[in-house]
Structure formats: structure tokens, C-alpha cells
């Protein structure tokens, strides 16, 4: 085991935290500057720090963590930055898109993936269709090649991955006329593959959210992920999980934007007195910790439930509703504790506000998790009762 106990956990948490403080941290404003977080100065730093490896498992060179304890990790990323834990979100979390592949695929991949060596993205939205099954990318065999056409955008990591788990419909007319939801493994510099920059984002700058054109791409047979038509079941697989992990990020900010505005009111002094006196501040705080608890407290249910095997449709989809919904008001209230001040480049509130609202559409907006949980409610997939005898 990498880690043998907690307290060896502790200790890489420790380290993780030092890193991100002292070194990462001074980046920030220089990041926020040019819109483009420096990835070959940080990729080495990264790799030493453990911090592309948490979710692959140890058979494969990983620190195999379970979501609880990536989520203390996550967490503290998105404290420090929004960027840098989008980028380094998708590739880990497309660690569980990659173990729904076949036992080979997964020891030619992980391995690279934990290094940091493979930065991997995946590719579901579309600029004329909706997400998912509403896919207008296509992928018609012919020979030992899936001749793959269409586009997909807003896709993180899309300048620095070399692959691209693309989501797309596959077909093999010279067998039958149906066409099957899956999985295509796209490398960089495919021929027909281009990558186009798109516009600098609101927040959580300096990742890249670009778009790919794939133009009569001949993806090999062996790049189906997993198998064809595994397409569903593997979008359950990864995205049921990494939906909690856009909430640990929501928690994150949340928590830093708590911490500066607790900061802010002892230190800010009107009319003679800090304002941390006034009840109307002490207001806004209180909601603000009540906010944080109470997600803190959803996302550690969910989580402990996925580590313990269990499915977490509805859990997945409620966290990051509320998270999403929390860390905007709790931002809300973390710039009016900072006034004016808050609302300059230069205050990290101003940084956090942006960030927080890409949780609101990150692998989903709220309309699309109100119906995955109203869906589990329907279908008597999810208690609506606390156990007897039990709070929760
Ligand atoms: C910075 C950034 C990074 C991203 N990274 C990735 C990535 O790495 N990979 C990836 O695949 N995607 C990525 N996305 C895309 C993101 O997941 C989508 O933007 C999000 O899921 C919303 O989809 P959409 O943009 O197509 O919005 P639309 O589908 O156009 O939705 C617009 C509005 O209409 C509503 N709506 C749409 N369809 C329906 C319906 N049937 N019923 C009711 N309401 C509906 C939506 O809820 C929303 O309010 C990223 C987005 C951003 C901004």
C-alpha cells in the first residue's frame, strides 16, 4: 500500500499543501495576467508532487486514493486556483473513464497517465447538438478504421492531452444499420484532427476549453474504448463520480472565499469599529459557514458511499446542484464582506467569483441534474427517509 495508515496520508496531504502555498500560490497573479498556466514549467513539479497519479490505481503506478481522500486534494486546488484544478480535474478524473477500457488499453495507458507523461481530455459537447446521446459525431467502419467526422468543444486540456476520449455514434454498415454509443480513443496529430483555440473564459483561466474538428479521422479499431457500444454505461462510470468533484471544487472555493472575508471583516474598520461586528456582516458569514457545512457534509456522504461500492446517481446529481448553488452565494457574500476592495483584479475574491460560476455548468447544468434526481425520486432509487433509528 502507498499509503500503510492515515497518518502517511496526512503527510502527502501535508506536502500537497506546502507545494500548492509556497509555490504555486505566487503564480497565481501572473496565471490571472496572461490567461495560460505555464504546464511544461509546472508538468515535473506536478509529477513529483503526486498530483496526476491520485485516482490510478497502484497495479499501475498510481497512489490508487480513494475519493475521499482526492477530495481533501481537489479541494485544496481549487483554493488555490480554478485554472489549475480544472486542468488537473479532467485528466483525473478521466482516469475512470480509462479503466472502463480493456485490461490492455489500461497497461498501455495508466502507467503514462499517472507520470503526467499522457495528459488525457474527454470530448462529449457539441457546437450543434446537445451533450450525450444527442451526439452528431459519427464513426462509420471501414477495414480496420473507424472513419470519424464531426466536432466537439469547450473541451479542457484540449492544447496540452495528447489523447481524447471521444463520445461519439459508430456504425458498421457491412453488418448492421444501427448505430452504437461509444467511445473513441483519438491521438493527437491523427491526420484530419485539428484543434482550434476558443475564447478566454470568465474564470478559471489559463486552462484551454478549445475546440476539435474531426475531419474523415481513421481512428484503428483497437481505440474503441472498452467496447462499441459501451458508450452509456461508460458515461455513467466516470461522470457519476467526477459530478462530486465539481462540488469538492465548489466546497473549495467556498472555503477560501470564507476565510478571506473572516480575514477581511476583523481587519476592516468603519465608523471606528471592524466591521466583523456589525450583525448585518456577521449575517452574511454565518450563511456562508452554513453553506459550506452542509455541502461539506453531502459530498463526504456521497463519496463514502462510492468508496463502499454503492451507486450514486441522485447523491452525485443533489451535490453538485447544491454545491453549485452554494458557492454562488457564498461568493456573493464573500465580495459585499470585501466592498469595493473586492471588486479590483487585484483581491482574490474577484478571482474566486469568476471561478465559481463554471461549477454552474461543468459536466452539467442544473436543469440536466434536476432531472437525473427527480428521475431517481420517480424510480424509488433513492430514499427519501432517513433508516429508522438513524439521522441520516
Ligand atoms: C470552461 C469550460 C470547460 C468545459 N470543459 C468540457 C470538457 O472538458 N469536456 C466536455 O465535453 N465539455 C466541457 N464543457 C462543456 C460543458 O459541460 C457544457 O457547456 C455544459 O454541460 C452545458 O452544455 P452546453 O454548453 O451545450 O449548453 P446548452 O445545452 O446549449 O444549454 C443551454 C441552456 O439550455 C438548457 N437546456 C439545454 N437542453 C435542454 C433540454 N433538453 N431541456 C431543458 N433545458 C435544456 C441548459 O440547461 C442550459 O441552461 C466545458 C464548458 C466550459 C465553459
Redesign the pocket.
Known amino acids: 500500500m502507498v499509503f500503510p495508515d492515515e497518518a502517511a496520508f496526512q503527510a502527502y496531504l501535508q506536502d500537497v499543501k506546502e507545494f500548492l502555498w509556497q509555490e504555486i500560490d505566487p503564480l497565481v497573479p501572473q496565471i490571472e495576467h496572461d490567461a495560460l498556466i505555464p504546464f511544461e514549467q509546472l508538468r515535473p513539479k506536478f509529477r513529483d508532487h503526486h498530483l496526476f497519479d491520485c485516482l490510478v490505481p497502484e497495479a499501475y503506478g498510481g497512489l490508487g486514493l480513494n475519493t475521499v481522500q482526492y477530495a481533501a486534494v481537489l479541494k485544496e486546488l481549487a483554493k488555490i486556483h480554478g485554472g489549475i484544478r480544472?486542468m488537473l480535474h479532467?485528466h483525473n478524473s478521466s482516469v475512470h473513464l480509462i479503466e472502463t477500457g480493456r485490461p490492455e488499453q489500461q497497461a498501455r495507458y495508466l502507467p503514462a497517465m499517472a507520470t503526467g507523461d499522457l495528459l488525457v481530455?474527454?470530448?462529449?459537447?457539441e457546437p450543434d447538438s446537445?451533450?450525450g446521446l444527442d451526439s452528431n459525431c459519427t464513426a462509420v467502419r471501414k477495414g480496420d478504421a473507424y472513419i470519424l467526422n464531426g466536432r466537439?468543444h469547450?473541451?479542457?486540456?484540449a492544447r496540452e492531452a495528447d489523447l481524447f476520449a471521444i463520445f461519439c455514434f459508430t456504425s458498421n454498415p457491412a453488418q448492421s444499420p444501427e448505430r452504437q454509443f461509444s467511445v473513441l480513443l483519438v491521438e493527437r496529430g491523427m491526420p484530419g484532427f485539428t484543434i482550434t483555440s476558443m475564447a478566454h473564459?470568465m474564470g478559471?483561466s489559463g486552462a484551454s476549453?478549445d475546440l476539435l474538428t474531426f475531419d474523415d479521422i481513421a481512428v484503428p479499431v483497437e481505440n474503441v474504448l472498452g467496447q462499441e457500444g459501451m458508450g452509456p454505461e461508460q458515461l455513467l462510470a466516470f461522470l457519476e463520480v467526477s459530478r462530486v468533484f465539481i462540488a469538492v471544487a465548489a466546497l473549495g472555493t467556498a472555503e477560501r472565499s470564507l476565510e478571506l472575508s473572516l480575514a477581511w471583516a476583523k481587519q476592516r474598520v468603519t465608523f471606528g469599529k471592524p466591521i466583523a461586528s456589525r450583525q448585518a456582516v456577521q449575517g452574511y458569514l454565518a450563511e456562508m459557514a452554513t453553506d459550506i457545512y452542509a455541502l461539506r457534509h453531502m459530498i463526504l456522504d456521497a463519496l463514502r458511499k462510492y468508496d463502499a461500492g454503492q451507486r450514486i446517481a441522485a447523491e452525485s446529481s443533489m451535490c453538485k446542484l447544491f454545491g453549485l448553488e452554494a458557492v454562488g452565494r457564498v461568493t456573493d457574500k464573500a465580495l459585499l464582506v470585501h466592498g469595493g476592495l473586492g471588486y479590483l483584479k487585484s483581491s482574490r475574491i474577484e478571482m474566486l467569483y469568476r471561478d465559481a460560476r463554471?461549477n454552474w455548468?461543468?459536466?452539467?447544468?442544473?436543469?440536466?441534474h434536476k432531472l437525473i434526481i427527480a428521475r431517481a425520486l420517480l424510480q424509488e432509487e433513492f430514499e427519501t427517509v432517513g433508516r429508522d433509528g438513524e439521522l441520516i
Open positions: 480544472a479532467v481530455c474527454f470530448g462529449l459537447t446537445g451533450s466537439k469547450l473541451i479542457t486540456n473564459t478559471c476549453h463554471l455548468l461543468e459536466e452539467g447544468t442544473p436543469t440536466i
